[in-house]
């Protein structure tokens, strides 16, 4: 299984709703225990479970976009590569003489 990083640890805390769910609740105990009526505390939980919906939506762009690009990167380097292995040979796998070599067998004959 592969170790997961610091970076990626990081990502997947901060898109968990468990998070957020957890702070949502400690903003919202805080809040009561600060005296603010209950209609204040459902609004600070609707402010920040909005917080963490456009965080979420951000680094999930964020993951496709860099998925996306990486497999661009390894399309080009596979074509790089068939194009190495197949270049100078026919559609059958043969070699194909440069065209300064066919002018020379026609000469021949």
Do not use: H
Request: with cysteine; glycine share 6%.
């Amino acid at each position: 299984m592969k170790k997961e990083t610091t970076k990626e640890m990081i990502i997947r805390k901060l898109t968990s709703r468990k998070l957020w769910a957890a702070v949502c609740a400690f903003a919202v105990l805080i809040a009561v225990a600060m005296g603010k009526t209950e209609a204040q505390a459902a609004q600070i939980s609707a402010l920040i479970m909005a917080g963490a919906t456009v965080i979420a939506y951000i680094v999930g762009e964020g993951l496709t976009d860099a998925a996306a690009v990486n497999a661009a990167k390894d399309n080009d380097e596979k074509d790089e590569k068939d194009e190495k292995l197949y270049s100078g040979t026919s559609a059958y796998g043969f070699a194909m003489p440069e065209p300064e070599d066919v002018g020379e067998e026609i000469a021949r004959f």
